[in-house]
């Protein structure tokens, strides 16, 4: 059972991102303020939960949450300001998405910028043990699959709809054989 908030009598608001691993593709990230009392024993950290289970828990979150925003950054500006920078900056954007102000942040992993003047907290691991962090995990990851499910259209060889542009074996196959595309992230290593 997740905790449903890190410090009482705030607005806290959960950040995850998902897909700095990935060699093409932006980096997503959501930021998502849960009601206080909230109780949801299936939220979880997404990497623990099937495709089908996070697309259901993630129409449930839209609709229970108090704000949510979903934001990214490009593989071009990961390129260009690097993973670690440009995933700080898409869990910024979507921060700057929600339509309710946090007056405290709790993010997943070690690493984050202030934003603004909102205090918060890293936690690591914490999208295994705060439901708004979960639930943020849970957004950046389906409409991030999502994402890369529509550039797997455009570009069917390599395999995103499948490997979600991971380093897989058959991703840097694809590679080798067919070059890179323009959503392919340059500053990677893109042969295997």
Same mark, same amino acid.
């Given at each position: ?7 009482? $009598? ?5 950040? =995850? ?7 093409? *593709?932006?980096v +997503? ?7 206080? #009392?909230?109780c /949801?024993?299936?939220? #979880?950290?997404?990497?623990?939960l099937?495709?089908?289970?996070? /697309? ?11 704000a ?5 950054c @490009? ?6 300001? /690097? !993973?670690?920078n ?18 405290f !942040?709790?993010i997943?992993g070690n ?5 603004? =003047?909102?205090?918060?907290? @890293?936690?690591?691991? $914490? #999208? *295994? ?12 990851? @389906?409409y991030? =699959?999502?994402?890369?499910d ?5 570009y069917?060889?390599? *395999?995103? #709809?499948?490997n979600?542009?991971?380093? @897989? ?8 054989? /067919? ?8 500053? +990677?290593?893109?042969?295997?």
């Amino acid at each position: 059972m997740l905790f449903p908030y890190y410090k009482n $009598g705030v607005i806290e608001a959960g950040c =995850d991102e998902a897909g700095r691993g990935p060699l093409a *593709g932006p980096v +997503f990230a959501a930021a998502v303020i849960l009601p206080e #009392d909230y109780c /949801n024993p299936e939220l #979880d950290d997404s990497k623990k939960l099937s495709e089908k289970k996070r /697309n259901a828990l993630r129409e449930q979150i839209e609709n229970d949450s108090i704000a949510y925003s979903v934001a990214f950054c @490009t593989n071009e500006e990961i390129d260009s300001i /690097n !993973i670690l920078n440009a995933s700080i900056l898409a869990m910024h954007r979507a921060l700057d998405g929600l339509s309710v102000r946090p007056e405290f !942040i709790i993010i997943d992993g070690n690493r984050f910028k202030n934003y603004k =003047d909102v205090p918060h907290a @890293t936690i690591i691991k $914490g #999208d *295994g043990k705060y439901l708004s962090i979960a639930a943020a995990s849970i957004l950046a990851k @389906t409409y991030r =699959d999502a994402y890369m499910d529509l550039l797997h259209r455009a570009y069917p060889k390599y *395999g995103w #709809d499948r490997n979600r542009a991971y380093p @897989t074996v058959a991703h840097y196959k694809a590679i080798a054989e /067919n070059g890179v595309t323009p959503f392919h992230r340059q500053s +990677f290593r893109l042969y295997g």
